[in-house]
């Protein structure tokens, strides 16, 4: 069992930068691939980045690449994604999921194949 607590969500000037962190409870933390996700009102939830146990292999949604960084620390149980040129489209609740196994595909990116989930922090990017 994992539980998941995100931080660091706010109100940010288009251009501006933030980062996310989310704080992992339980002994197995460093076994989780942990993915960052957002969902915009009236929209579904998506895929923005994840990061393997080790932190050597992370993966990006298209739209992210270049402007999101995930990283992680084992020693702390923390996952973050340093957010950087923050656009208005990039406003939503953003969402630390973990997925108790490895990644192979794309598929296992999707929100369904995670298997634990934070509540959310908002981001709110003004024009």
């Known amino acids: 069992q994992v539980q998941l607590v995100e931080s660091g969500g706010g109100l940010v000037q288009a251009g501006g930068s933030l980062r996310l962190s989310c704080a992992a409870s339980g002994r197995t933390f460093s076994s989780y691939v942990m993915g960052w996700f957002r969902q915009a009102p009236g929209k579904e939830r998506e895929f923005v980045a994840a990061i393997s146990w080790s932190g050597d292999k992370k993966y990006y949604a298209d739209s992210e690449k270049g402007r999101f960084t995930i990283s992680r620390d084992n020693a702390k149980n923390t996952v973050y994604l340093q957010m950087s040129s923050l656009k208005p489209e990039d406003t939503a609740v953003y969402f630390c999921?973990?997925?108790?196994?490895?990644?192979?595909?794309?598929?296992?990116?999707?929100?369904?194949?995670?298997?634990?989930w934070g509540q959310g922090t908002q981001v709110t990017v003004s024009s």
């Open positions: 999921a973990a997925r108790a196994n490895p990644v192979y595909s794309d598929y296992h990116l999707r929100s369904a194949n995670f298997n634990y």
